[in-house]
C-alpha cells in the first residue's frame, strides 16, 4: 500500500506541523505501508497548462506522478479567504479528470475560524468526488486554539488524527481486495 501525505500549502505551519502528526502516526501504526510525505512548500511547482501529468518535469512532474501512484491520499489544507489554497487546487488540475479514481483520500483541515469546516464539505469534497476518489467521510478540522507554539495541545485533535489514519487504511485495504476480486471475474 502506497501512502501519500499532501500538505496542499506552501505558506504557513499548522498544517504541516498536524502533517507531521500525521505521517508520524501511519509509521507507528502501519511501519509496511510506503509513506512519501509531499509539503507544496519545499516544491517548485509550476501552473497547470493543461498538459498530461506524464509530461511535467522536476518538481511539478514528481508530485503528479507520486500522487497518482499512491494508493492513498492524506491531504492536509489550510483555508484561506474562506477557500483551500491556490497551491492545492493547482495540485488537482495537474491531474487528469479521473485522477484519484480507486484511490482513497482523506482530509485533515486546520482554519481560524470553526465555521470554515463549511469550506471541506463544500469545496473540498466535491473536487474529490468529480474526480472520482473514495473519500473518507470523516476528516480532522483543526482550529488556531488547538495549536500552541507549532504543537498541538488539543488531546481530541490527537486522537481524531489516529482515527483519521486507521480509518484511511481500514478503507485502502477493503478497497484493494475488492479490485482484486473485480479483477479476478476476468480470469486474463
Known sequence: MKVVGLSGSNVGSKTRTAMNYV??????????????FIDLADYDVQFSDGRNYLEYEGDTGYVAKTIMEADAIIMGTPIFQASIPATLKNIFDLLP????????????????????????????KPILAYMKAQIVQTYVFIE??????????????????DRLVEDTAILTETYMKVREAKEAEYGF
Open 97 to 124: 479528470v479521473d485522477g484519484l479514481q480507486d484511490k482513497v483520500v482523506s482530509m485533515l483541515v486546520t482554519a481560524g475560524s470553526s465555521k470554515h469546516y463549511l469550506i471541506a464539505e463544500q469545496q473540498l
Open 23 to 36: 505521517m508520524k502516526a501511519i509509521s507507528e501504526k502501519y511501519p509496511e505501508v510506503d509513506t512519501t
Open 144 to 161: 488556531e486554539k488547538d495549536f500552541l507554539q507549532k504543537e498541538i495541545i488539543n488531546d481530541d485533535v490527537l486522537f481524531r488524527i
